[in-house]
């Protein structure tokens, strides 16, 4: 048995939930923050069979897909704010982060 755990952008988290699910898996949803544009996102955790490991990243795949979004730059963590210029940048956002991890034991009450 596998755990697999992703983390997608908030944007495509229905989707990847509703396409796992459709297949007949499982799936636990986390709220999460990411570090490099401190957005939401979703950590997504799926316990399947060795077998069907390469299944869930597929759907994953087929949702998550990379694109560009034009943000503010970050504000400063520090120094007086009101020299600072916030000025729009384009940011790849998008895609998945997917971790396949050995399960020991799985118990379902």
Same mark, same amino acid.
């Given at each position: 048995?596998?755990?697999?755990? *992703?983390?997608?952008?908030?944007?495509?988290?229905?989707?990847?939930?509703? =396409?796992?699910?459709?297949?007949?898996?499982?799936?636990?949803?986390?709220?999460?923050?990411?570090?490099?544009?401190?957005? =939401?996102?979703?950590?997504?955790?799926?316990?399947? +069979?060795?077998?069907?490991?390469?299944?869930?990243?597929?759907?994953?795949? !087929?949702?998550?897909?990379?694109?560009?979004?034009?943000?503010?730059?970050?504000?400063?963590? *520090? =120094? !007086?704010?009101?020299?600072?210029?916030?000025?729009?940048? +384009?940011?790849?956002? =998008?895609?998945?982060?997917?971790?396949?991890?050995?399960?020991?034991?799985?118990?379902?009450?």
């Amino acid at each position: 048995m596998k755990m697999v755990i *992703s983390i997608v952008q908030d944007d495509d988290t229905f989707d990847v939930v509703e =396409g796992i699910t459709e297949k007949g898996f499982r799936v636990t949803k986390l709220a999460t923050t990411g570090g490099f544009l401190k957005s =939401g996102n979703t950590t997504l955790l799926v316990g399947v +069979e060795d077998t069907k490991v390469e299944e869930v990243i597929s759907i994953i795949k !087929n949702i998550c897909k990379k694109r560009k979004e034009v943000v503010a730059s970050p504000a400063p963590f *520090s =120094g !007086n704010s009101d020299m600072y210029v916030q000025y729009p940048v +384009e940011v790849q956002v =998008g895609g998945a982060t997917i971790f396949v991890l050995d399960v020991d034991q799985f118990i379902r009450i």
